[in-house]
């Protein structure tokens, strides 16, 4: 895993505490946490749907390709996930391996390729797990900031209970006989104080979430270690071969130009 953000190691005067809420890379994960609940929903219904069908339905010919299909779509939906933890989390996850069928050529010998592939199973439990943590994630990063932010900027638009509802403030307790609202001079300073708390707060939850999302974007939607070895085995291996075709090129260069030449020369001495 690798983090793809710019460099932001320059001197700043403010610490990092009061400037982590206007940093890019707060709004970058904060968005990020928003856009994957309606996304994690939508890979939730599609890969269950296409899953159980696929199943209920492997007893008849039509069985086996929507498994297929319906792995081949949660790979599908991991290119997307890949793609938007570069753009929002700086997270640079490489590609899995194609899908090559195990043994001959043709439609069915790919089907068999995909129902095998151990990372075409990962990317459908991701679409399956990520649905209920992004549910947690979107609650958590939303809450924070609005109720942060609001609390802040309390001062603001108090004015809004009197004219529109008919109260003097906010209302922080209330029952039959008794009622409390935030609406003196230092109910609501003391209001903005917790609601800067929770703003300068807010950065850091937002990042120990993203930070679960990195873990299952690297650990379900990324080439197993087997599959990265296999590649790099293949890359040295071409590797050595160019360099061995190489040497081979030099030594009958140098043959042709070098020993050959030099018999020539004695035999014609001769």
Same mark, same amino acid.
């Given at each position: 895993?690798?983090?793809? !953000?710019?460099?932001?190691? *320059? +001197? +700043?005067?403010?610490?990092?505490?009061?400037?982590?809420?206007?940093?890019? *890379?707060?709004?970058?994960?904060?968005? !990020?946490?928003?856009? #994957?609940?309606? /996304?994690?929903? /939508? %890979?939730?219904?599609?890969?269950?749907?296409?899953?159980?069908?696929?199943?209920?339905?492997?007893?008849?010919?039509?069985?086996?390709?929507?498994?297929?299909?319906?792995?081949?779509?949660?790979?599908?939906?991991?290119?997307?996930?890949?793609?938007?933890? @570069?753009?929002?989390?700086?997270?640079?996850?490489?590609?899995?391996?194609?899908?090559?069928?195990?043994?001959?050529?043709g439609l069915m010998a790919w089907v068999g390729?995909? /129902?095998?592939?151990?990372?075409?199973?990962?990317?459908?439990? %991701?679409?399956?797990? +990520?649905?209920?943590?992004?549910?947690?994630?979107?609650?958590?990063?939303?809450?924070?900031?609005?109720?942060?932010?609001?609390?802040?900027?309390?001062?603001?638009? @108090?004015?809004?209970?009197?004219? %529109?509802?008919?109260?003097? #403030?906010?209302?922080?307790?209330?029952?039959?006989? +008794?009622?409390? %609202?935030?609406?003196?001079?230092?109910?609501?300073?003391?209001?903005?104080?917790?609601?800067?708390?929770?703003?300068?707060?807010?950065?850091?939850?937002?990042?120990?979430?993203?930070?679960?999302?990195r873990l299952l974007v690297t650990g379900l939607?990324?080439?197993?270690?087997?599959?990265?070895?296999?590649?790099?085995?293949?890359?040295?291996?071409?590797?050595?071969?160019?360099?061995?075709?190489?040497?081979? @090129?030099?030594?009958? @260069?140098?043959?042709?130009? #070098?020993?050959?030449?030099?018999?020539?020369? /004695?035999?014609?001495?001769?």
């Amino acid at each position: 895993m690798a983090l793809a !953000y710019g460099p932001e190691t *320059r +001197h +700043h005067r403010l610490p990092v505490a009061l400037r982590a809420p206007f940093e890019a *890379r707060t709004w970058r994960e904060f968005g !990020y946490l928003l856009i #994957g609940l309606p /996304l994690s929903v /939508l %890979y939730f219904a599609l890969s269950i749907a296409m899953v159980s069908l696929g199943a209920g339905l492997v007893v008849t010919f039509l069985g086996i390709p929507l498994l297929a299909a319906a792995l081949v779509m949660c790979r599908g939906f991991g290119m997307v996930e890949r793609a938007r933890a @570069r753009g929002l989390l700086g997270v640079e996850v490489a590609d899995p391996s194609p899908v090559r069928g195990r043994s001959g050529t043709g439609l069915m010998a790919w089907v068999g390729g995909v /129902l095998k592939s151990g990372e075409s199973w990962r990317h459908f439990l %991701y679409a399956v797990l +990520h649905m209920p943590w992004a549910i947690f994630a979107f609650t958590v990063a939303v809450a924070f900031w609005t109720y942060g932010w609001g609390l802040l900027t309390y001062p603001l638009w @108090r004015w809004v209970f009197p004219v %529109y509802a008919g109260v003097d #403030g906010l209302q922080l307790y209330g029952d039959g006989t +008794h009622s409390f %609202y935030l609406d003196s001079p230092v109910e609501m300073a003391v209001t903005s104080l917790f609601g800067l708390l929770v703003v300068l707060v807010t950065p850091w939850v937002i990042r120990a979430l993203a930070a679960v999302d990195r873990l299952l974007v690297t650990g379900l939607l990324s080439p197993s270690r087997l599959a990265t070895r296999v590649s790099e085995l293949e890359s040295d291996r071409g590797v050595v071969v160019d360099t061995a075709a190489a040497d081979l @090129r030099r030594i009958e @260069r140098d043959l042709h130009d #070098g020993a050959q030449a030099r018999l020539v020369a /004695l035999a014609m001495g001769l």
